[in-house]
C-alpha cells in the first residue's frame, strides 16, 4: 500500500515537473469541467440535481460554470480541494472510490483525468483568466456507418470546434449512447458494435452539444432481391431508396376495398357507405384512387376532421366561469374560425400567424382564443405558454431549458427566456360583459429575467442571436420568423404532423418531441414534404394529396419477409386504431343509430365537439364517456401522446357489453330488414360485412359463418350477435 | 427528452398484466428507442399491510368540527358544537359519537402540514406527494403501489369508487395501465352497476358465446395477413380478460351488495341521515354502501381503492355542511373500521381518510370556514398504526402544529413503508431522471404501533 502510495506521488512529481515546465496548467472551464461531464459527475442523478447530492452540487451538465468552480474551491475550504495535500482533495478521493462515494470509483489514479485535475490542484486551481475559447459545434467522423452484418466493429471520433477557430478531439471527454441498443451498442470510448439489423443513431455529447451518427445494420443480403416496385411520386422514390439500403422490400399495393376504407376515415373521419363501395369496386378507371382522393378533399368533412385535430391541439375547452376567457361563446367563435379557415384552405403560415399577432375580443375575434385557451388559466403565464407555443408550433420541447441547458437538444437557457419574452407582454383585461376577455399587448411589460444571472433577456426567436426590434408588440416579429418558409422547423413540423396523421407515425415521433437526440428516421423524406409545403404556399390539401396518391400510402398492411419487422420505415401500412371520435362515429355510421352528446344539440358528430362545462375550464375536460375511455385528448395539456391510441381493457368491456354497441345492435331494426330481404343467409352476410368492414366475407368466413348460423337462419338475434362481432373486430377499430 | 410524451413511450416495462398494457406494447418498449426502464434498488422491506382503502372528503375538510376540536377556544374559532370523549379519555367533536367508540382502533393525526391552500394543487400534492410542475408529472400512490405490488388475483389492482378525484393527477410518467379502474357508479345509490362490467340483461350466456366464437371466424383473415401479431395478440387478450372478469362469479362479486346482510349496512350505517334536501325528505347517503365495496375488493385482492364522498369546501356555514354531511361519515368510519377488526384484515389493511387541506381556524362572516393547509387533521388506522392515538397538537386555535407537526410527504412515506414499500426508492423518468417515490420524506416512527 505505502509502495503504491509512493509510487504514485513519484509519477505526480514528474507530471508535476513537467507542469513546471513548458506545459500550461489546466483551465477550469477548458479541462476540468469537461472531465466532471464526462465522468458523470454534474448528471441530473449525481451532483447535478436540483438540489446536488450527499451535500455536494454542481450545476446540472455544466451551464453554470462560475457557480461550479464556487462550490468546489470556495465552498468547503480544505475539504473538496487540498492545497497542502492535492491527492487528499475530496475531488480527487471521491472519485477515484479511496474514500465512501455513493457514485463509486469513476476513474482510476493512472487516468489522463486524475492527472489533469491534480495538476489543476496543484497549481492553485486558477479561474480561468480573460476569453476561454467557448465550444461552437461537434463533429464525428465518419458521420455515418454501414455495417454488414452483425457483431461488426466501428469508431467515433468527436471533435469540438471552438470560437477562436481551435479543434481539439474530445473522444476521451464526450458521452456516448446508442439510440437502440437492439441495433447497435457504443461503449464509453466511442466503440461500437453492431447488434441486430435495422437503423438507429449513436450519439456524442460534449459540453451542451449534442452530435449524431446514423447507423445502418444490413440484414443477410441472401434472400433479399430488390423488386423494383411502382412509384408514384417523390415520396415513394425516397422511401424506397431507404428501404433498399436497409435490404426492406416494401409490401404490395392494398386492395381497392382497403384503401377506400383507408382513405375514407383518414380524409372523411368516417367508413365508405356500401353505395361507395359498390361504385369505387365496380369503376373501372385507372385513376379512380386518385379521382377518390379529390372527391375526399373537396368535401367539409375534411375540413372538419381538421378543424377537430387543430381545435384538441389548442386545447379548445368551453366553459363557464367568467375570470379564464374560457366561455363557451368564446369556445365556439373560435372554434369556428378555425373551421372557416380550414373549409377556404387558408394557408396554414397565414392562419397561424393571425393567431399568434392576435388582439381583441375572445367572444369575438376567434383566433385571439390562442391566448385563452392553450393555456387554461387567469392570468398567461408566459413560460408554460411558451412552452407550449413551441411543442405545438414547432414541435420543440425548450422548458428542459428553463432550468438547465438542454441535454439532448441545442436549447440554451438563452434561447428558453428570449422565447418566454415574446409573451411576457400579452395581457388580458375584462371587456363590456362578463364572458368577455379583451387580449392585448402591454409594452411596458419586462423582459424574462435568466434564472441564472437574473438578466433581462429580451424577445429572441429560437436560435438567433440577436433580439428581436422591441419597438411595441414583438409578437408581428415572432409570427413572422416562425411562419416564414426559411423557418423548416415550422414547415417541417406541420409537414412532419399531417405525414403522422395518414400514416400512423411520424417521420420524427412522437410528432412534438423534436431534437437532435430523436432524429428524422428518413431525413430525405421530412425535408421532401416540408418542401412540398412551403411551395404549395402552406396548403394542407396539396400535401395530403401527394401523400395519398403515393404507393407508400396505399401499401397493404400484410408484410413479407423482409419487412415483418419495420415499425418506423413505411414499408408496408401499420394498423393504426381509429382515433376515439372517428371510431364512435364510424360505430353510429354503420348502425345508422345517432348519439347525443352533454351540452350539445342531438345528432352531432363525435369529430364536431369539443368539451364543453358548465364550470372551470381547467384540469381534464374529455367532453364524453367514451372519449375518455378511448384516448381522446382531455384537453389538460397540449402533448401529442394526450391522444393515446392504446387499447385497453376497460375499452373491450365497453364494445363488449357497454351500451354504445349494446343500444345499437337492434337499433332501427336494420339488421332484421337485412336479414327480411335476404334470400339466403350467405347474401344478409354479406351485407352486413359491406356496411361495417368495407369488404365482402372470405369464403372462410362466410362458411364459418353460416356453420355458426346453423338452422336459425332467420333468426334476427344470431346476425345481431354476428354484428357485435363485426363491430368488435380488429379490421373494424383499425384503420389497416 | 422531456414531460409526459418521452416518458410515457419509455416507462412501459413492468406493466405487463396490469390493465390496458401488453405484451405488443412490451415489444415495442423493447424495440423502442431510448433507455430501458431501470430503477434505483430501495431496501427491501417487510410488509406489514398490504392493501389500503383510501376514503377522501374532497374539498378540504373542517378539522374543527371533527377531529380536532378546540372547545376551549373563543366561539368564533370554537363553532358550534362541542366534544365527545373515546374511551382512552381523548375527545373528539361531538359529530363523531360512533368514532370514539370505535377509537381504540384508529390514529388521529393533528399536525399535518401541507403546502398549498388551493384544491386543485393541493389535491395532486396528496395523492403523488408531490407539488405540481411543468416538466415532471407524477404518478398517484395507487399507481406506485400497483406498479411496485403488481397484482394479487385476476381483479385490477387500483380502484377508484365511484371515480377518481379530477385533481388528482394521473398515472404521470408510469403507463397509463397504471391508472385506477372507475367503477363508474355509485353503490350508494338503488341504481348501482359497474360500468360495462356485467353481461346485459336479457343477454343469454349462448348469446355471448356466439359473439366471441364469430368474432373469432372474424379475426383469421387478419390474423393469416400477420399484419401486426402482437397488437392481435394484446386486442385477444382483452377479450379474453373481459370474458373472464364478465363471466367469472368472484370478480362479479366482489363488486356486489347482494351478499352483505342488512346487519352489516347499519353498522356502515346504511340508514343514517343527514339535513332534508331540496325535496323536503330525508335522504341516506351512500357511504355505507361505498366503504362496503371497498371492503369486498380488499378481500378480493386488490391493493388499493380509492373512495370518495362528499363536499367540504364550506366557505359558506359550516354548521350546515357538517349537519348533512358529518353523521353518515363517522358512522361509516366506525363501522368499517370495526368491521375490518372483526373479520381480522384490519392488520393488513389500511384505512386512511384524507383531505387536501383544512379550514382557517376563525369563521368567516358567511359563518364558513377557508382553506387552510398549514396545520389540519387526517386518520388512520390497520396496517401496523397505532390503535388508540392523537398523534401531534395543533396549537391553541389550531392555525400551527404546536408538537409533531407532520409533513405530508412523511405520512405518505410511513404508509409506503407499511406496505413495505421504501420511499426512498428512485424510479427513473425519462429513462435517465431519478425521481424518489417521495421527496425527502420520514418514517413517521411515531405513528405506528
Not at chain 1, 479543434?167 to 453492431?194: C, P, W, Y
Not at chain 1, 353505395?275 to 377518390?292: I, L, Q, T, Y
Request: aromatic share 8%.
Amino acid at each position: 500500500m505505502i509502495r503504491k502510495l509512493t509510487l504514485s506521488i513519484l509519477t505526480l512529481a514528474i507530471w508535476m515537473s513537467q507542469a513546471a515546465g513548458e506545459e500550461k496548467a489546466p483551465g477550469f472551464r477548458g479541462d476540468i469541467m469537461p472531465i466532471l461531464f464526462r465522468a458523470g459527475c454534474n448528471a441530473g442523478a449525481c451532483h447535478g440535481a436540483a438540489k446536488g447530492k450527499d451535500g455536494f452540487m454542481l450545476s446540472l451538465f455544466g451551464y453554470d460554470a462560475k457557480g461550479d468552480y464556487y462550490r468546489i474551491v470556495n465552498e468547503m475550504v480544505g475539504r473538496r480541494i487540498n492545497y497542502a495535500v492535492p491527492e487528499q482533495s475530496l475531488l480527487l478521493t471521491k472519485a477515484t472510490g479511496k474514500v465512501p462515494h455513493t457514485g463509486g470509483e469513476l476513474f482510476t489514479e493512472d487516468s489522463e483525468y486524475y492527472k489533469t485535475i491534480y495538476l489543476w490542484i496543484a497549481a492553485g486551481t486558477p479561474d480561468d483568466e480573460g476569453k476561454v475559447p467557448e465550444p461552437v459545434g461537434l463533429e464525428l467522423s465518419p458521420d455515418s456507418f454501414v455495417f454488414e452484418g452483425v457483431k461488426k466493429d466501428g469508431n467515433l471520433k468527436v471533435t469540438a470546434l471552438y470560437d477562436d477557430g481551435s479543434r481539439r478531439d474530445v473522444t476521451s471527454l464526450a458521452l456516448f449512447h446508442s439510440n437502440n441498443k437492439s441495433v447497435i451498442s457504443i461503449d464509453e470510448h466511442g466503440k461500437m458494435k453492431s447488434t441486430g439489423a435495422g437503423d438507429s443513431h449513436v450519439f456524442a455529447r460534449f459540453n451542451r452539444f449534442t452530435i449524431g451518427a446514423e447507423v445502418i445494420v444490413l440484414p443477410p443480403a441472401e434472400g433479399f432481391t430488390w423488386n423494383n416496385p411502382e412509384t408514384h411520386n417523390y415520396i415513394d422514390e425516397i422511401v424506397f431508396d431507404r428501404l433498399k439500403k436497409l435490404r426492406i422490400v416494401p409490401s404490395e399495393l392494398s386492395d381497392d376495398e382497403t384503401f377506400l376504407r383507408r382513405v375514407t376515415l383518414d380524409l372523411g373521419a368516417r367508413p365508405p357507405t356500401p353505395e361507395e363501395f359498390h361504385s369505387f369496386v365496380a369503376d373501372e378507371s385507372p385513376d379512380k384512387r386518385a379521382k377518390k382522393i379529390d372527391e375526399l378533399l373537396a368535401d367539409d368533412a375534411f375540413a372538419d376532421l381538421w378543424t377537430a385535430i387543430w381545435s384538441e391541439q389548442l386545447r379548445i375547452i368551453g366553459g363557464n366561469y367568467a375570470p379564464v376567457g374560457t366561455h363557451i361563446k368564446a369556445a365556439e367563435t373560435f372554434n369556428e374560425w378555425i373551421r372557416t379557415q380550414m373549409r377556404t384552405s387558408r394557408p396554414l403560415n397565414e392562419f397561424v400567424a393571425e393567431m399568434v399577432t392576435a388582439s381583441g375580443s375572445n367572444l369575438r375575434n376567434g383566433p385571439a382564443n390562442l391566448y385563452t385557451m392553450m393555456v387554461h388559466a387567469p392570468r398567461l403565464d408566459p413560460k408554460a405558454f411558451a412552452a407550449d407555443f413551441s411543442q405545438v408550433f414547432l414541435g420543440i420541447q425548450i422548458q428542459c431549458a428553463e432550468c438547465h441547458n438542454h441535454p439532448f437538444d441545442r436549447w440554451t437557457m438563452d434561447d428558453y427566456y428570449g422565447f418566454v419574452s415574446f409573451f411576457t407582454g400579452v395581457s388580458r383585461k375584462p371587456g363590456v360583459e362578463v364572458r368577455e376577455q379583451r387580449i392585448f399587448y402591454d409594452k411596458k411589460a419586462e423582459s424574462a429575467k435568466h434564472l441564472v444571472d437574473q438578466r433581462p433577456m429580451p424577445a429572441k426567436a429560437l436560435g438567433t442571436v440577436e433580439p428581436v426590434s422591441q419597438s411595441g408588440d414583438p409578437r408581428r416579429a415572432l409570427a413572422g420568423w416562425l411562419t416564414s418558409p426559411e423557418n423548416t422547423y415550422f414547415s417541417k413540423n406541420l409537414a412532419n404532423r399531417v405525414w403522422a396523421q395518414l400514416l400512423g407515425r411520424g417521420v420524427i415521433d412522437p410528432v412534438d418531441d423534436v431534437r437532435v437526440s430523436n432524429p428524422p428516421v428518413n431525413g430525405p423524406l421530412l425535408d421532401a414534404l416540408s418542401e412540398h409545403l412551403v411551395e404549395s404556399k402552406f396548403d394542407l390539401r396539396s400535401l395530403v394529396r401527394e401523400i395519398c396518391n403515393s404507393r407508400v400510402y396505399q401499401l397493404s398492411c400484410a408484410p413479407n419477409t423482409s419487412n415483418k419487422l419495420d415499425t418506423r420505415q413505411f414499408s408496408r401500412a401499420y394498423l393504426r386504431r381509429l382515433r376515439a371520435d372517428v371510431l364512435l362515429d364510424t360505430i353510429v355510421s354503420v348502425s345508422g343509430e345517432g348519439k347525443n352528446f352533454q351540452h350539445y344539440a342531438p345528432g352531432m358528430r363525435a369529430i364536431d365537439i369539443y368539451p364543453r362545462t358548465n364550470g372551470s375550464t381547467g384540469g381534464d375536460h374529455h367532453g364524453d364517456m367514451f372519449f375518455e375511455t378511448f384516448g381522446r385528448s382531455d384537453r389538460s395539456t397540449i402533448s401529442s401522446t394526450e391522444t393515446s391510441s392504446d387499447p385497453t381493457l376497460s375499452q373491450t368491456l365497453h364494445l363488449t357489453v357497454g351500451d354504445t354497441i349494446m343500444q345499437r345492435l337492434d337499433a332501427n331494426g336494420m339488421i332484421r330488414k337485412i336479414v327480411e330481404k335476404s334470400e339466403t343467409p350467405e347474401a344478409a352476410l354479406e351485407e352486413m360485412f359491406v356496411l361495417a368492414l368495407c369488404r365482402k366475407p372470405t369464403t372462410g368466413e362466410q362458411e364459418g359463418l353460416v356453420e355458426l348460423i346453423g338452422n336459425a337462419t332467420r333468426d334476427v338475434e344470431v346476425f345481431e350477435d354476428i354484428f357485435w362481432s363485426l363491430l368488435n373486430s380488429t379490421e373494424f377499430a383499425f384503420n389497416h | 427528452m422531456s414531460r409526459r410524451d418521452a416518458i410515457r413511450d419509455a416507462m412501459r416495462v413492468g406493466s405487463l398484466g396490469a390493465l390496458g398494457l401488453s405484451m405488443g406494447d412490451l415489444f415495442r418498449l423493447q424495440a423502442a428507442e431510448g433507455g430501458a426502464f431501470t430503477m434505483t434498488k430501495g431496501v427491501q422491506k417487510t410488509a406489514k399491510a398490504t392493501s389500503v382503502i383510501q376514503l377522501h372528503l374532497g374539498g378540504g375538510f373542517q378539522q374543527q368540527e371533527s377531529f380536532d376540536p378546540k372547545p376551549e377556544a373563543p366561539v368564533e374559532i370554537r363553532g358550534s358544537f362541542g366534544i365527545t370523549k373515546t374511551k382512552s379519555k381523548d375527545f373528539l367533536s361531538d359529530n363523531f359519537p360512533r368514532t370514539a367508540e370505535a377509537f381504540d382502533k384508529l390514529t388521529v393525526i393533528r399536525s399535518l402540514v401541507g403546502k398549498i391552500p388551493d384544491h386543485s394543487q393541493a389535491t395532486y400534492h396528496l395523492f403523488t406527494g408531490y407539488t405540481p410542475t411543468a416538466v415532471i408529472d407524477y404518478p398517484q400512490m395507487g399507481s406506485i403501489i400497483s406498479h411496485e405490488l403488481g397484482k394479487k388475483t385476476e381483479l385490477p389492482p387500483y380502484v377508484a369508487i365511484p371515480k377518481q378525484n379530477g385533481f388528482a393527477g394521473g398515472t404521470g410518467f408510469l403507463s397509463s395501465a397504471y391508472g385506477p379502474f372507475e367503477i363508474g357508479s355509485d353503490p350508494g345509490k338503488g341504481s348501482y352497476k359497474v360500468k360495462d362490467f356485467s353481461i346485459p340483461e336479457g343477454t343469454s350466456i349462448e348469446r355471448v358465446d356466439r359473439r366471441n366464437s364469430a368474432r373469432q371466424i372474424i379475426e383469421q383473415r387478419i390474423r393469416k395477413m400477420e399484419a401486426d401479431p402482437d397488437m392481435l395478440d394484446t386486442m385477444d387478450g382483452f377479450y379474453k380478460q373481459a370474458y373472464s372478469l364478465l363471466t367469472s362469479p368472484e370478480a362479479q362479486a366482489a363488486f356486489s351488495l347482494d351478499d352483505e346482510t342488512e346487519e352489516t349496512k347499519q353498522l356502515y350505517g346504511s340508514d343514517v341521515v343527514g339535513l332534508r334536501g331540496p325535496d323536503r325528505k330525508y335522504h341516506p347517503k351512500g357511504l355505507a354502501e361505498r366503504l362496503i365495496v371497498a371492503r369486498r375488493l380488499v378481500e378480493s385482492g386488490v391493493r388499493f381503492v380509492t373512495v370518495t364522498y362528499g363536499s367540504w369546501d364550506c366557505h359558506v356555514d359550516v354548521k350546515s355542511n357538517t349537519l348533512d354531511q358529518m353523521p353518515a361519515l363517522d358512522a361509516a368510519i366506525a363501522g368499517l373500521v370495526t368491521d375490518l377488526d372483526q373479520r381480522g384484515l384490519l392488520d393488513s389493511t389500511i384505512f386512511w381518510v384524507t383531505t387536501e387541506f383544512g379550514r382557517t381556524p376563525k369563521i368567516n362572516r358567511d359563518g364558513g370556514r377557508d382553506h387552510h393547509a398549514r396545520c389540519y387533521s387526517n386518520l388512520i388506522g390497520g396496517g401496523g398504526f397505532t390503535r388508540g392515538q392523537i398523534y401531534g397538537t395543533s396549537d391553541a386555535t389550531g392555525a400551527e402544529p404546536a408538537r409533531d407537526g407532520l409533513p405530508l410527504e412523511d405520512l405518505l412515506f410511513t404508509i409506503y413503508n407499511q406496505l413495505g414499500i421504501d420511499a426512498n426508492k428512485e424510479l427513473l423518468a425519462f429513462g435517465t431522471r431519478p425521481i424518489e417515490i417521495i421527496n425527502g420524506g420520514k418514517l413517521a416512527k411515531g405513528l405506528l404501533a
